[in-house]
C-alpha cells in the first residue's frame, strides 16, 4: 500500500502514520522525522534544516526530496510506505508523482486529516508543556499553521482532482481517527482492490472539502491547480509532467 498524509501540524499525523504503517505492513517515512535526523548528524546541512525547522518554514524542496528519495525508493521495494509530512509543496507533490512514475508505483490514496486551528494550537501547546519539540511555541505554531494553509493547502484540491483524497475528521478521539481511516481504506479496498480506483470513480461526486478544515486554507484555490496544462516544475535535473486531473 502506498498513502501519503497530508495534515496540519497538530492533526495527528506521525501517530495515525505510525499506526496506519502497521496496519498496512509497510514502512512510516515521517519527513519531519528524517530532516531530525539530519539536523542531530551535525554539519552545515543539518544547521541549515535546524535554522528552517526553528522558524517553523519549510525546508527548500530540493534538501527534502533529496534525503527522502533514498528512503522511499527502499520502501517501494519492499512493499509501499506511509508517506507523513511529504509532500508539502506543489513541487514537492509533482516531485513525487514522478518518482513513483519511474518506481512504477502508484499512490493508492491521499489522508488529508482536517481540525479547526483552535484545536491545532491546543494539541500543540499541551505538547510543549509535555516537554514537546522546540518548533511547539505560540509565535512558531501560528507560523506553521500559515504555512499550512498558504503552501501545503492547496495540494487537498490537487489530491482530490486527481480522485485520491480521503478527507479524515482529526477533531476526534485518536482510536476513532484511526478507525475512521481504517474503515475508509478498507471499504475502498474491499470493493475494488484498489483505493485510487474506486476515489477516482467517485470524484465527479465528491463533497466538498468539509467546512472543519482549516479557514485560511481556501475552499477552491483550484484555479491554478485544475483544467490548466499540466504542471511543470524544475527541480536540479528533473523537469516533470504531470498529468492532468482525471476527475
Ligand atoms: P513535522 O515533524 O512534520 O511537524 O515537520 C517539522 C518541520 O520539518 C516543518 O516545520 C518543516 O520545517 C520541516 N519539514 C518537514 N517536512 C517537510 C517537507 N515536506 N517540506 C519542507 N519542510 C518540511
Redesign the pocket.
Known amino acids: 500500500m502506498k498513502l501519503l498524509l497530508l495534515a496540519p501540524?497538530g492533526a495527528g499525523?506521525?501517530t495515525q502514520g505510525e499506526r496506519l504503517a502497521a496496519w498496512a505492513g509497510v514502512r512510516h517515512i515521517?519527513?519531519?522525522?528524517l530532516?531530525?535526523d539530519v539536523v542531530r548528524a551535525g554539519g552545515p546541512l543539518g544547521a541549515q534544516?535546524a535554522a528552517?525547522?526553528a522558524r517553523?518554514?519549510?525546508?527548500?524542496?530540493q534538501i527534502?526530496i533529496d534525503a527522502?528519495t533514498p528512503v522511499v525508493v527502499e520502501a517501494a521495494a519492499h512493499g509501499g510506505y506511509i508517506l507523513?509530512?511529504?509532500?508539502?509543496?506543489l513541487p514537492?507533490a509533482i516531485a513525487a508523482a514522478d518518482l513513483a512514475l519511474r518506481l512504477g508505483v502508484r499512490l493508492d490514496a491521499a489522508i488529508y486529516l482536517y481540525a479547526p486551528d483552535e484545536v491545532l494550537t491546543q494539541r500543540l501547546l499541551a505538547r510543549a508543556g509535555q516537554g514537546g519539540r522546540s518548533?511547539d511555541t505560540a509565535d512558531v505554531i501560528r507560523h506553521?499553521l500559515r504555512?499550512f494553509a498558504e503552501t501545503t493547502g492547496p495540494l487537498v484540491p490537487y489530491y482530490r482532482e486527481r480522485g485520491i483524497l480521503v478527507a479524515v475528521d482529526a477533531d476526534q478521539p485518536v482510536d476513532s481517527v484511526t478507525a475512521d481511516i481504517q474503515a475508509r481504506l478498507t471499504e475502498l479496498l474491499t470493493i475494488t482492490g484498489s483505493p485510487r480506483d474506486v476515489l477516482a470513480a467517485r470524484a465527479g461526486q465528491a463533497p466538498a472539502v468539509p467546512p472543519a478544515v482549516p479557514s485560511a486554507v481556501p475552499e477552491c484555490p483550484d484555479k491554478s491547480f485544475s483544467a490548466g496544462p499540466p504542471e511543470r516544475a524544475t527541480i536540479r535535473r528533473w523537469t516533470w509532467m504531470v498529468p492532468p486531473a482525471s476527475g
Do not use: E, S
Request: no cysteine; hydrophobic share 35%; net charge negative.
Open positions: 501540524p499525523k506521525g515521517a519527513a519531519g522525522d530532516l531530525r534544516i528552517y525547522q517553523g518554514d519549510l525546508v527548500p524542496d527534502v527522502l507523513d509530512g511529504f509532500p508539502r509543496t514537492q518548533d506553521r504555512v
